[in-house]
């Protein structure tokens, strides 16, 4: 999946390893302040429906954040 650049690649590790950490979906509001306010949320959120359409995050419903799948844990446990 060489599709994902650099933001795209670090924003799935925020959230697997969140998900690893607390089992809890994690919002763009949150992940921007983790991030330090560098992106948007409006930005991160974009990200996200992207790395859904990959098939590598879901939202559990439709404001709950998102959680990596079986198939975006493989992805980043092995590494690109």
């Not at 060489?2 to 994690?26: C, W």
């Not at 996200?48 to 844990?73: I, K, N, Q």
């Amino acid at each position: 999946m060489k599709l994902l650049n650099p933001r795209s690649f670090e924003i799935l590790r925020h959230i697997v390893d969140a998900y690893v950490q607390t089992g809890e979906p994690m919002g763009s509001l949150t992940l921007a302040e983790r991030l330090g306010n560098t992106l948007s949320s409006a930005t991160i959120r974009n990200v996200m429906a992207r790395l859904e359409d990959f098939g590598l995050l879901y939202s559990p419903h439709v404001s709950a954040g998102r959680l990596p799948t079986e198939e975006g844990l493989r992805f980043l446990l092995k590494g690109f």
